[in-house]
Each structure stands twice: as structure tokens, then as C-alpha cells.
């Protein structure tokens, strides 16, 4: 158990509302990844944290902000949901980022009517 | 990263063991092999990673190719909670995030 919690766990929503997901640890390791999962694709990188206050963007950022004001909390918005957007988020942390391993959150599935 | 095939699905049974394929003939010589499976409604999770030589941890055991362009996962003795989809990923050292592809569905039949 890597000590990883993602908020809400289940979220319906409808489309043009801003929607924030948390993904909070408790191990104080440096790096911190969004993914989203979507049925006929693996997960894909939306955006990623080597830091606080340092993020970058992932292959699939656009729609997308993220913010990490303290180690422990990495947050993805979604400033106006559409439809595109529903999909099963993960969030996952590394210890030392390139090349390492990474431990996955249980994810938040998001429906956006 | 360098992309991988993998069997769509395969299918054991309970006790016996499973050898899953992963091939990638593109692989460069910075590129680690990665093992995650994901189990139904869960997060992804690790289960081994190596560079050349044959791996072994409590969960498999990563046989590698002489000339990397093909790795096995080996689960010895397969049970019901291993039946998940399993993601061969070629990491290299210098990438951020890991690149899924779709995996194998391993199915366990009692």
C-alpha cells in the first residue's frame, strides 16, 4: 500500500462544469502523475508533477490544468467538462521519477452528461 | 517509449503455470522492461521490471531474451486473483510517465 487516496471516488457531472479531482499521499515521494483510462486504450498520461509548484504536461493535456501546492496533494481540474472527458482517472506516485517504478490510486470514475 | 505485442487474452488454470509474451523488437539499449496488471476495478499495480538479465520477486519472474527484443512473464503457480490485464511496458530511463498499451487478459479458469 503505497498511501495513495484519490477524492471523490465517483463523481457525475454535467458538461461546462468545473470538476477538481485530489489525489492526496502520504509518503512524501517527489513525483506525481495524472492517467486517465478510456475502454480500447491503456492509460495515457495527462499530467505529471516533479515537485511543488513544478508540473508538466502529458500526452493528453488539453482540457486540463493541474496544481500542487504541497507534496502531498496533486489536483486535476477540468475547468468546463464535456462529454470527451468521462473516463476513469488514476493518479500514481514515483520515488525518483524517470525510469522508476510507480504505485497507481484506486482511481475516480467521471461521468460528464 | 518503444512500443510492445502482446496477446490479447490467454487463458490457464488455477495451480498451474502461466507464461505470458511480450514482444519488442525495437527496444534500445536504455529501455527497462516494466510488468504492471491491473485487476478488475483497481488501480495498476507492479509487479517486476529488469534490464538483461532474468528477474525473480514474490509476485513472478521476468525471463528476458538474449537479445532483448522479447520477454516472459512467469506466474508459477497461477490463482484466481491473478486473473487481470497485464501491461508490458518498455521504460526508458529518462521518460516521465508510462506508456500502456492494451494487454494481455489472463483468465483463470478453477
Known amino acids: 500500500d503505497a498511501g495513495i487516496t484519490q477524492s471523490p471516488r465517483h463523481k457525475v457531472t454535467e458538461t461546462g462544469t468545473p470538476v477538481t479531482l485530489r489525489c492526496h499521499q502520504t509518503?512524501?515521494?517527489?513525483?506525481m502523475y495524472w492517467y486517465r483510462q478510456d475502454p480500447g486504450h491503456g492509460l495515457r498520461l495527462i499530467h505529471y508533477?516533479?515537485?511543488?509548484?513544478?508540473?508538466d504536461k502529458g500526452e493528453v493535456s488539453d482540457g486540463y490544468s493541474v496544481s500542487r501546492s504541497k507534496t502531498e496533494d496533486f489536483l486535476l481540474t477540468l475547468e468546463s467538462a464535456t462529454s470527451s472527458q468521462t473516463s476513469v482517472y488514476f493518479c500514481?506516485?514515483?520515488?525518483?521519477?524517470?525510469?522508476?517504478?510507480?504505485?497507481f490510486g484506486p482511481g475516480t470514475r467521471l461521468t460528464v452528461l | 517509449d518503444a512500443k510492445t505485442t502482446q496477446p490479447n487474452s490467454m487463458e490457464s488454470n488455477e495451480e498451474e503455470p502461466v507464461h505470458l509474451p511480450c514482444n519488442h523488437s525495437?527496444?534500445?539499449?536504455?529501455?527497462?522492461i516494466h510488468w504492471y496488471r491491473q485487476l478488475p476495478s483497481q488501480g495498476p499495480e507492479y509487479v517486476i521490471h529488469?534490464?538483461?538479465s532474468n528477474v525473480n520477486n514474490r509476485m513472478a519472474s521476468l525471463a528476458i531474451a538474449e537479445d532483448r527484443k522479447s520477454s516472459t512473464l512467469i506466474l508459477h503457480r497461477a490463482t484466481l486473483r491473478d486473473a487481470a490485464v497485464y501491461y508490458c511496458?518498455?521504460?526508458?530511463?529518462?521518460?516521465?510517465?508510462?506508456?500502456f498499451g492494451k494487454g494481455t487478459h489472463l483468465i483463470i479458469q478453477p
Open positions: 500514481a506516485i514515483s520515488v525518483s521519477g524517470s525510469g522508476d517504478t510507480q504505485y
Open positions: 509518503e512524501n515521494h517527489r513525483y
Open positions: 511496458i518498455l521504460r526508458d530511463i529518462r521518460a516521465d510517465g508510462l506508456t
Open positions: 529488469g534490464l538483461t
Open positions: 525495437t527496444i534500445s539499449g536504455t529501455d527497462y
Open positions: 508533477s516533479y515537485g511543488v509548484k513544478d508540473t
